[in-house]
T-cell receptor, first 118, second 113 residues
């Protein structure tokens, strides 16, 4: 089945550092990918929709300059947390839909990235 | 706006017993899809079951089945013969057309040996 790979799985870094997270669709082309943030024991909160070849669509309240999204190819979207601070520590998950195989969902999820800012 | 509500933050079940997780949603659309996802402690999102709204027959996947009541906008998940590996957070989700997934708040399921 379709697979989405997310890297890295765990990041620990100092405050002020920028961190890049990659999301790849391994066996299908994904014109659209999604980035979520999840706090412990909470639901997934959509941060932005990543569109190949165009600007990402951010949800209300998400800082565009803090969370930079680039979707340069049909198989890769990146989320960069710029000048990260402890409050950015969270679990970040990406997902993609294989529209060639299934027009309506389900979304295929990466395994997530646990980001810890010291 | 579409909303998904899971009214049970926590549920528990004895191993080998049956448990039902509740989910209601609000939409003005007639053709949409509903899902149940499982998130174990590893935090990987795993699709458990899906239901197309235009299908009257309830979806079933082995020990997992749903009770889809379209008029009532209800979509409950029944887990039969519960196993220790079923312990996880379960999320109900909705999608329509090209929209994004809308998740419920989740139900933490504990399976007692």
């Amino acid at each position: 089945g379709a697979v989405v790979s997310q890297h890295p799985s765990r990041v620990i870094c100092k405050s002020g550092t920028s961190v890049k997270i990659e999301c790849r669709s391994l066996d299908f082309q994904a014109t659209t990918m999604f980035w979520y943030r999840q706090f412990p024991k909470k639901s997934l909160m959509l941060m932005a929709t990543s569109n190949e070849g165009s600007k990402a669509t951010y949800e209300q309240g998400v800082e565009k300059d803090k969370f930079l999204i680039n979707h340069a190819s049909l198989t890769l979207s990146t989320l960069t947390v710029t000048s990260a601070h402890p409050e950015d520590s969270s679990f970040y998950i990406c997902s993609a839909r294989d529209l060639d195989r299934d027009q309506i969902g389900p979304q295929h999820f990466g395994d997530g990235t646990r980001l810890s800012i010291l | 706006a579409q909303t998904v509500t899971q009214s049970q933050p926590e549920m528990s079940v004895q191993e080998a017993e049956t448990v039902t997780l509740s989910c209601t949603y609000d939409t003005s659309e007639s053709d949409y899809y509903l899902f149940w996802y499982k998130q174990p402690p590893s935090r990987q999102m795993i699709l458990v079951i899906r239901q197309e709204a235009y299908k009257q027959q309830n979806a079933t996947e082995n020990r997992f089945s749903v009770n889809f009541q379209k008029a009532a906008k209800s979509f409950s998940l029944k887990i039969s013969d519960s196993q220790l590996g079923d312990a996880a957070m379960y999320f109900c989700a909705y999608i329509w057309g090209g929209s994004r997934l809308t998740f419920g708040e989740g139900t933490q399921l504990t399976v007692n040996p």
